[in-house]
């Protein structure tokens, strides 16, 4: 926990689940060292439809018990049957790990038009209402501070995120953004609809050039001048492009916690020495 300014900020990260199962040592090794930071809680990624749902309970596991971090675990509706969610729920009350992320997910590769069009769970909502019923599980929902993309207007992504706190989400972590004006203006829209569940800025540190044609574009994020200036000038320099980025991410962090956001989540792709500096940077 941060405390600036009289306010407590909560600092979280995210990992992903390797692919290849050999790789779990890694994950684990970088738990060890996220965990030296204190960060509040460490959220674990679920793959597209399901494929790496059992690596995201047993590394959640892992933060909870042997980390002793709060776990935020990842579900998405378009992964699950009823069957299945109430298998994982019990499952995570067994772990002990009783935050959850609940997601809508993305259609994976392998899934036809008919059977996505077919799933049981249409929207994130659907599986955080019954979450919220089968038992005390804080719930996250994520939002998306330039809208989301399949949204229309920015008014109906806030209407239906407005609905997904009446389901039951206790708070609300944001995609990746780079201009703070977006968030804050999110936030003032937000707080008009009558949202006022904390919300967690989520921040990506760009440490490489070709970050922005892989995760970045598929946000919606957009980017700003003066984060389009620095990959501009050392695209090619990838030593310099690393630094340019963890500090242009500790700054947008530092205006964020001036502003008194409620809480900063690092993207961090599984690089425990990039969230160390941001941390150590703002506390």
């Known amino acids: 926990m941060i405390e600036k300014n009289g306010k407590q900020i909560e600092f979280s990260c995210e990992v992903f689940p390797p692919k290849r199962n050999e790789d779990m040592y890694e994950i684990y090794k970088t738990l060890d060292e996220l965990k030296l930071i204190g960060p509040d809680f460490i959220s674990v990624t679920y793959g ?51 935050r959850i992320l609940a997601l809508r997910g993305d259609k994976p590769r392998d899934m036809s038009d008919e059977d996505f069009a077919a799933r049981h769970y249409k929207y994130a909502s659907d599986i955080i209402k019954v979450i919220r019923e089968e038992g005390d599980f804080k719930i996250a929902a994520a939002c998306y501070p330039e809208k989301h993309p399949e949204a229309q207007t920015v008014e109906d992504d806030i209407k239906y995120l407005k609905y997904k706190v009446e389901m039951g ?55 700003p001048t003066s984060l389009s200036n620095i990959i501009a000038k050392y695209s090619e320099d990838p030593i310099s492009m690393r630094e340019a980025g963890i500090e242009y991410a500790i700054k947008q962090t530092e205006d964020l916690i001036q502003n008194g956001v409620d809480g900063i989540h690092i993207y961090c792709m599984n690089k425990s020495d990039v969230t160390r500096r941001i941390y150590e940077a703002i506390v």
Do not use: R, W
Not at 71 to 78: C, K, N, P
């Open 48 to 98: 597209a439809g399901g494929s790496n749902s059992k690596k995201t309970a047993q590394i959640a596991t892992y933060i909870e018990n042997i980390c002793d971090v709060k776990a935020l675990a990842h579900v998405t509706a378009v992964g699950v049957n009823p069957e299945k969610l109430q298998d994982m729920l019990q499952e995570f009350k067994k772990k002990n790990v009783n």
């Open 169 to 223: 989400a206790n708070e609300l972590i944001t995609q990746m953004f780079f201009d703070n004006a977006k968030f804050y203006d999110f936030l003032d829209k937000l707080h008009s609809s009558g949202v006022n569940v904390p919300v967690h800025a989520g921040i990506m540190p760009i440490t490489a050039a070709k970050q922005l044609g892989t995760s970045v574009s598929l946000s919606g994020s957009s980017i």
